[in-house]
C-alpha cells in the first residue's frame, strides 16, 4: 500500500509505502469499542468519596421523644434527610480500571488505523518542522485542508508543534509511542510524520 506524502504547505513531495499488516487489516467494531471503554474506564480515579449517617460526627442523641410533640419521630439529627446528615447511597472510593491483554490492544489500534487509512482520514506529512506560533498552526491546517478535529502525530517530543496547536480546541499534538485507539476514534484527521508511521510500524511488528 502507498500514499503520497504531503508537506505543511499541502504540496506532494513523494510517496511512502505503508506496512500491509499496519494499515491493511480489517474492520473490527467489536475490538475497538473494547478498547475505547478500557481506556476511558482506565483514566478515571475512582476517589470520590462522602460520608454517610453512620460516618458523620454526632448525632447519637434523639432529638426529641418518640410521641406527643407533634412533629415526626426523628432519631438522629445526622439522618439523610437533615441538614449536615449523611448521605444516602454515599460515594466510596473505587477501582474503576478493566484490563485488555497486549494482544488485543494492538489489533484495535490496527483496526483504527487501517479504517482511517482507507477513509483517507490520515494525512502523512515529510516532517513538523512549525513555527511555534498558533497562526502557522492555522495556516498548515488550511493548506491540508483540515477543518475539524485534527489529531498530529511526531515522532518524539515537538516542543514547536505543541505550542503552535496548543491554543486550538480542535487540535491535538501527541507522539507515536502513546498513540491509542481512542485518538484516532476522536479525530476526525490524523495528521502523521513519515518518521512517526516508521515508528508505529515497527511497534507493531
Not at 96 to 107: C, D, I, L, T, V
Not at 169 to 175: D, F, K, L, N, S
Amino acid at each position: 500500500m502507498q500514499t503520497k506524502v504531503l508537506n505543511l504547505q499541502g504540496q506532494e513531495t513523494g510517496k511512502i509505502t505503508l506496512s500491509d499488516e499496519v494499515f491493511g487489516a480489517e474492520y473490527n467494531e467489536d475490538l475497538i469499542h473494547q478498547a475505547v471503554v478500557t481506556y476511558l474506564a482506565n483514566q478515571r480515579q475512582g476517589t470520590k468519596s462522602t460520608l454517610t449517617r453512620a460516618e458523620v460526627a454526632g448525632g447519637g442523641k434523639k432529638p426529641w421523644r418518640q410521641k406527643g410533640t407533634g412533629r415526626a419521630r426523628q432519631g438522629s439529627i445526622r439522618s439523610p434527610q437533615w441538614i449536615h446528615g449523611g448521605v444516602v447511597f454515599a460515594p466510596k472510593p473505587r477501582d474503576f480500571s478493566k484490563k485488555m491483554n497486549a494482544a488485543m490492544r494492538r489489533a484495535a489500534f490496527v483496526s483504527a488505523l487501517s479504517t482511517m487509512m482507507k477513509d483517507k482520514a490520515i494525512i502523512v506529512v515529510d516532517d513538523m518542522n512549525i513555527e511555534p506560533k498558533t497562526k502557522a498552526a492555522v495556516k498548515a491546517l488550511e493548506a491540508l485542508k483540515l477543518n475539524r478535529r485534527v489529531t498530529v502525530v511526531t515522532d518524539g517530543v515537538n516542543e514547536n508543534a505543541l505550542r503552535a496547536f496548543s491554543n486550538l480546541p480542535e487540535a491535538a499534538v501527541t507522539t507515536a509511542d502513546i498513540l491509542n485507539t481512542y485518538d484516532l476514534v476522536v479525530s476526525n484527521y490524523v495528521v502523521i510524520t513519515k518518521d512517526a508511521i516508521k515508528k508505529i510500524e515497527e511497534g507493531n511488528k
